[in-house]
């Protein structure tokens, strides 16, 4: 059980970015400071019972009360106060983001834009954020439908995603890595399968990342891709999702993840299963009991090889 606690996955006290530096900086803090309170209490409690009625030094009970009831708890209380404003201040600081990324949540999956305000730049990915290492980036937090919270515990604090409002985090990476996050916030029945990931990258393999997920999806070039583009065709997939080319709409906002370059996603469903062939038909057919109760439905009538074509067309391979 302890153990478990220090492989640094998700965890806050194994910070990768100066905002998760500052707060693991003060849970620390606060840990030692309550560790080495508890140690005074004990030697007194101790004290107070094992030594000799005798030898003991008698203090007046109401100057024990006023000092350390009192008097104690308020100056560390405030110092405390002081120290977590100020962090707090420290926290925010004055943000230059080089880069602002849309982050919106839904029941249960996070939609991911780049470049919203300029639709011809713009994409949409879906439970992956890229970020360049070494800068600061903005993400602007909304929801669809209820209050979820995003958090990356390795780069930064939690902060709401709420409907109707825009919350502002700022996150950064000192190198690279993928951190795993995960909505914080109860939000319904599948809110434990709503997990995401940061990847920081280089510079160039960000840009590259980039300018890869901004070209639309290559039309199919072998009979299974074609097949599968028109199963996805004649299965109302195009209702909820968005496949950048396949459709000629460049950019419209669908009830369900934007599928154009699925097969770059390291994972499915909100950080559920991992992107792979059989898992993208395994979720297609079943996804009712891949995560029971999602907005996506199941599909059981498609046959093995229907099933075969749409996950080829999805990946955009033979
Ligand atoms: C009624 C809307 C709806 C329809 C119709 C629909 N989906 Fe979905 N789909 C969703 C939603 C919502 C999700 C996100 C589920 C989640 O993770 O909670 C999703 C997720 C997915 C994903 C995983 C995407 C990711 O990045 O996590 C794939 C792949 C997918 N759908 C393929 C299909 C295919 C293929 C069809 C047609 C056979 C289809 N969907 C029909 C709503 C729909
Ligand atoms: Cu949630």
């Known amino acids: 059980m302890l153990l478990t606690g220090c492989g ?20 620390w803090i606060m840990f030692v400071g ?13 004290y107070a019972m094992y030594r000799a009625p005798d030898k003991r030094v008698p203090v007046a009970a109401n100057k024990l009360i006023v000092a350390g009831g009192v008097a104690f708890p308020a100056i560390t209380l405030t110092a405390l106060l002081v120290y977590g404003v100020w962090s ?17 949540g839904n029941q249960w999956w996070w939609e991911v834009q780049y470049q919203r305000d300029v639709p011809s ?17 903005q993400l602007r937090l909304h929801s669809n439908d209820v209050i ?15 409907p109707g409002r825009v919350n502002s985090l700022v996150i950064q990476a000192d190198n ?7 909505c914080a916030e109860f939000c319904g029945a599948q809110h434990a399968r ?19 997920q901004r070209a639309p999806a290559a039309a199919p070039t072998s009979e299974l891709g074609r097949r599968g583009l028109e199963i996805f065709r004649n299965n109302r997939c195009m209702e909820c999702h968005a496949v950048r080319g396949a459709d000629g709409i460049a ?20 950080g559920t299963l991992k992107n792979s062939r059989d898992n993208l038909k395994r979720l297609i057919a079943d996804s009712q009991g891949v995560k029971p109760g999602s907005h996506m439905p199941s599909f059981p009538d498609l046959s093995a090889d229907e099933l075969e074509a749409l996950a080829a067309y999805l990946e955009g391979s033979p």
Do not use: C, Y
């Not at 950019?251 to 909100?270: E, F, N, Q, Y």
């Open 88 to 104: 707090m201040g420290a926290l925010r600081g004055d943000p230059q983001p080089e880069l602002t990324i849309d982050v919106t």
């Open 8 to 27: 640094g996955v998700q965890s806050s006290l194994a910070p990768k970015g100066p905002a998760a530096a500052e707060i693991a900086h003060i849970s």
């Open 121 to 137: 730049a713009g994409f949409t990915t879906a439970n992956e954020i890229r970020i360049p290492v070494g800068v600061q980036v």
């Open 34 to 46: 309550a560790a080495l309170i508890l140690l005074l209490v004990m030697v007194l409690a101790l």
């Open 176 to 182: 690279e890595g993928v951190f795993r996050g995960q």
């Open 148 to 162: 979820h919270s995003f958090w990356v515990p390795n780069l930064a604090g939690k902060m709401d995603a709420m």
């Open 251 to 270: 950019v419209k906002t669908r009830p369900g993840p934007d599928l154009t370059h699925i097969a770059s996603r390291t994972h499915i469903a909100g």
């Open 194 to 212: 709503m997990a995401f990931f940061v990847i920081a990258q280089p510079r160039d393999e960000f840009d590259a990342w980039m300018a890869q």
